[in-house]
């Protein structure tokens, strides 16, 4: 998560759609994420717990406060951030972004299991 906010900070649009689910990696609107980078001022990340699951592929929460400053004010925003670990790196399970599998497709992680039983869950969170 830290690497994911640096990132913002830094403009480095490349890094954060490589660290989201490849699956989902087409879906991420570039341009949007540049400009929001660009036009804030970032304050900080507060990075209150993680909460890792067992099993393969391994799943995590991260729950966080970023905080940054704009045009209009000043801003926090919380969220609870899904992530899902695949041959060694984590990736975001971005919930915005067009994810295309049913309940018993394989799941988009590649993880070789169905979607139910892999990503579904962390979606909702």
């Not at 309940?103 to 990503?119: H, W």
């Amino acid at each position: 998560m830290r690497s994911r906010y640096s990132a913002y900070v830094l403009g480095q649009v490349d890094y954060l759609v490589a660290t989201t689910l490849p699956a989902q990696q087409a879906s991420i609107d570039r341009s949007a994420i540049a400009q929001w980078s660009a036009s804030a001022t970032w304050l900080g990340l507060d990075v209150q717990g993680c909460e890792t699951h067992g099993g393969q592929p391994e799943h995590a929460f991260v729950t966080f406060t970023a905080r940054w400053h704009d045009e209009a004010g000043e801003h926090a925003h919380r969220e609870r951030s899904a992530f899902v670990q695949h041959a060694g790196r984590w990736y975001f399970i971005d919930p915005s972004a067009s994810l295309k599998a049913g309940r018993n497709d394989p799941c988009p992680c590649n993880s070789g299991q169905k979607f139910k039983k892999c990503c579904a869950g962390y979606l909702i969170g």
